[in-house]
């Protein structure tokens, strides 16, 4: 059974979708794809059906990143279906904890930044949609180091 993780922000267009192809740039460079099983999905149903923001496409597209997917937001049913569901910010973790059918299910929730070391406590990744292009390189910097811890935790945690 593959190991299974969801990055939640609030319109899956900007931050969970560049999580998202920061975690699978990371994941295929550990040639363990076989292993470990993304998605991204968001709290709010504003953007259902719509590509990643262009801002994020772009900024992504100039580290090397292949920001994708198809916006849908996030249903109860993805507390059975994912291991590690993985918050943004702290509001994407209320509505998390809200949405959570159970307490096993409550447990599966964390911030993204949780898993970087360099990170203070329950520090977010800031949401860059109202903001200039910078916003979009500094959520990929982000990104890219919650990932990183991430994956060092889903190696340990599950002998990979
Ligand atoms: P995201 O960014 O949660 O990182 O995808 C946002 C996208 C859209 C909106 C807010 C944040 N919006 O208000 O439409």
């Not at 993304?38 to 719509?50: C, L, Q, R, Y």
């Not at 990643?52 to 994708?68: M, T």
């Not at 973790?93 to 964390?110: G, K, V, W």
Request: aromatic share 6%; proline share 5%.
């Amino acid at each position: 059974m593959p190991v299974r993780v969801c990055f939640v922000c609030l319109g899956n267009i900007c931050r969970s979708p560049t999580a998202e192809a920061a975690m699978r740039q990371l994941i295929d460079a550990a040639d363990l794809a076989a292993a470990i099983e993304i998605d991204s999905a968001g709290t709010g149903a504003w953007h259902v059906g719509e590509p990643p923001d262009r801002r994020a496409r772009a900024a992504g597209k100039l580290r090397g990143l292949d920001v994708r997917g198809q916006a849908r937001k996030v249903v109860v049913e993805d507390f059975d279906r994912f291991d590690y569901i993985v918050a943004m910010d702290r509001s994407n973790r209320t509505d998390l904890q809200q949405l959570a059918p159970s307490e096993t299910a409550h447990d599966r929730i964390a911030l993204l930044r949780s898993y970087d070391p360099a990170s203070h406590t329950d520090a977010e990744v800031p949401d860059p949609y109202y903001g200039g292009d910078d916003g979009f390189e500094r959520v990929i910097d982000i990104c890219e180091a919650g990932c990183r811890g991430l994956l060092e935790h889903i190696r340990k945690r599950h002998e990979l």
